[in-house]
């Protein structure tokens, strides 16, 4: 099992640009989440998906969209890239545990936004 | 207030000292803990859960929850210069899977 993927790991972007931040999961898992990560601020949910089909909004879904049209599969598209979405970004995936459930994180894509 | 506050360190300590790493929330409908570790430039993974109120351990690891004060602990024995990365706690409510996250601390174990 390669676990969860992401794509690219770095990425430069211009202000005004877009962008399309690829996650995939071999693992069957029906729950899917992006997070952005940024420095003392811990992690923030983005949107997340119960399933092909089924998205919903995060904390901080603005400037972001998502789709979900495979189990395996959750892009996350920037539209008219800004400073502030410079961040690490995170895409994950869960599964039930004994007692509660774990959450299976990728590598993460390192955006910067000039 | 934050939901769920962490000191964000870091925490610099000895080879071979105990840490104690901690959590306050505010949400008293949180059930499930968790603890999460992350090495530099690398994504969380699940370090320890438990639910509800009590101690769990896993080797050097002991992860506490005291409920009636709305804090969590995680411990580590004999720390190594491996356990060097930063800790983040989790929690859920339980029903749909969204965990809510502490800012983590970073934690130093020098040789």
């Known amino acids: 099992n390669a676990g969860v993927t992401q794509t690219p790991k770095f990425r430069i972007l211009k202000i005004g640009q877009s962008m399309t931040l690829q996650c995939a999961q071999d693992?069957?898992?029906?729950?899917m989440y992006w997070y952005r990560q940024d420095p003392g601020m811990g992690l923030k949910l983005i949107y997340y998906s119960v399933g092909a089909g089924i998205t919903d909004k995060g904390e901080v879904p603005n400037g972001y969209n998502v789709s979900r049209s495979t189990t395996e599969d959750f892009p996350l598209r920037l539209e008219l890239a800004a400073p502030s979405q410079t961040s690490v970004y995170f895409c994950a995936s869960s599964t039930r545990l004994a007692g509660g459930y774990e959450q299976f994180f990728g590598p993460g894509t390192r955006l910067t936004v000039l | 207030q934050k939901e769920v506050e962490q000191d964000p360190g870091p925490l610099s300590v000895p080879e071979g000292a105990i840490v104690s790493l901690n959590c306050t929330y505010s949400?008293?409908?949180?059930?499930?803990f968790m603890w999460y570790r992350q090495y530099s430039r690398k994504g969380p993974e699940l370090l320890m859960y438990?639910?509800?109120?009590g101690n769990k351990e896993d080797g050097r690891f002991t992860a506490q929850v005291d409920k009636s004060s709305k804090y969590i602990s995680l411990f580590i024995r004999d720390s190594q210069p491996s356990d060097s990365a930063t800790y983040l706690c989790?929690?859920?409510?339980?029903?749909?899977?969204?965990?809510?996250f502490g800012t983590g601390t970073r934690l130093l174990v020098s040789p």
């Open positions: 949400n008293s409908a949180f059930q499930y």
């Open positions: 693992m069957n898992h029906n729950y």
């Open positions: 438990t639910y509800s109120s």
């Open positions: 989790a929690m859920w409510e339980g029903g749909f899977q969204k965990l809510v």
